[in-house]
């Protein structure tokens, strides 16, 4: 197959499941957090690094992938990534320190971005416009699965076989991929873009981030984003530790949160064509806040039972699909003409804060899930914030 072929759907799941990589190594070990604290004799902040550094080294990929694809290929920069993924696995299931095994998940975090950078990238190489549409739409699907199942997956190894088992089975998941890859992907790229070093890099970022409107969408997303992680990072600690539920169980009900995810993210399609995407962005910040008040509500009248705090949360999560992409999609169309470091620029902030508040929620964690629904709260605020001082409501611009 030439690089100018259509892509088969076999390999666009397939780029998918690759995608996918990422967010589903990042969640996978989540179940396990109370274990390795338990098993390492560490306090939590220490162990909230396994994830805090990974989602670190997730936002060092996003910029990291792209100019490296464009110049050297698509096909042997995707491998390369891919057999970091491997070797950062293999650390974390033989890990004997707690050093090494955040050794290992910041070295599998990094190499499990090229599939967040680069399936896009090369359905865009070989596809028309409209094409590339209906691709990316069984690209967001599995990217939407994957990771929906991984913590319950991450449970059951668990309490199967103890927490190493998640590193063997990211591990052999990022191997298999790797040889299909090297077995079936073509190079796409058609022309090999040099790159003009990091001081070029830094002036485009930093043009990106003097435009108010850029800024405004950009920070949205992040603070968006952060509600989110903010939950995962201190989530398992409150079911294991504070609930008294077995680790697997909060495997089952961090699917409540996807599956609202997924339904604000159909609420943005359907009503985008009717109502102007700021509106809709606004919308979604709150119901956001709403659900996060509702959760607050429902500890402080003494509802223990996880559903009190996932159902609400999972409302939370409904408000963000209906945002998040929509402040994606706005950050990268203010400037067309770098749409790529817009894309790259947004995805590291997203990632790159939320690593930041996942490890200030372990800090302040005080038995009880107050400190996180108060981050939580504090991060939806900024989100409306950044929103409200970077875009506004110019009815002038809101005719649909």
């Not at 603070?223 to 530790?241: D, K, M």
């Not at 009190?308 to 999972?314: C, I, S, T, Y």
């Amino acid at each position: 197959m030439n690089n100018r072929t259509s892509l088969s759907k076999r390999l666009i799941v397939l780029l998918a499941a690759t995608a996918a990589l990422g967010p589903s190594a990042t969640q996978i070990l989540l179940p396990a957090l109370p274990a390795i604290r338990q098993d390492f004799a560490v306090s939590t902040e220490v162990a909230q690094l396994t994830l805090s550094l990974s989602m670190a080294a997730i936002a060092l990929g996003t910029l990291t992938y792209g100019p490296l694809s464009d110049k050297y290929g698509r096909r042997p920069i995707i491998m390369l990534g891919l057999a970091v993924t491997c070797l950062g696995s293999i650390l974390c299931t033989v890990a004997s320190s707690i050093e090494i095994l955040i050794l290992g998940r910041f070295v599998q975090a990094f190499g499990a971005a090229v599939g967040l950078v680069l399936a896009r990238a090369i359905i865009r190489d070989v596809h028309s416009a409209e094409q590339s549409a209906r691709a990316i739409a069984t690209l967001v699907m599995v990217m939407g699965v994957v990771p929906m199942l991984s913590p319950a997956l991450g449970g059951e190894l668990l309490v199967l076989f103890g927490w190493q088992a998640i590193g063997a089975a990211i591990g052999l998941f990022s191997l298999a991929v790797l040889l299909m890859i090297a077995w079936s992907l073509p190079e796409t790229l058609r022309q090999p873009v040099p790159f003009e070093g990091i001081g070029s890099m830094a002036r485009t970022f930093a043009e990106l981030l003097s435009s108010r409107v850029f800024s405004g969408y950009a920070l949205c997303g992040t603070f968006v984003s952060v509600v989110f992680f903010s939950f995962i990072s201190a989530g398992p600690e409150i079911v294991v530790t504070v609930m008294g539920r077995p680790a697997n169980e909060y495997g089952y009900y961090f699917i409540l949160l996807p599956s609202g995810f997924m339904v604000g993210n159909y609420i943005a399609r359907k009503f985008g064509t009717v109502v102007h995407i700021d509106r809709l962005m606004l919308l979604g910040i709150c119901i956001a806040i709403i659900g996060i008040g509702i959760a607050v509500a429902l500890q402080a009248v003494g509802l223990r039972h996880p559903l009190a705090l996932f159902g609400p949360v999972a409302l939370t999560v409904l408000g963000n699909g209906i945002t998040l992409p929509s402040a994606q999609a706005s950050a990268i169309n203010a400037f067309p003409h770098l749409a790529g470091s817009a894309s790259g620029l947004t995805g590291f902030l997203q990632m790159a804060v939320s690593a930041l508040a996942a490890q200030l929620v372990a800090a302040v964690f005080d038995g009880t899930a107050y400190p996180l629904l108060l981050m939580m709260m504090a991060a939806a605020l900024l989100a409306l914030l950044s929103f409200r001082l970077g875009v506004g409501l110019d009815n002038t611009s809101l005719a649909t």
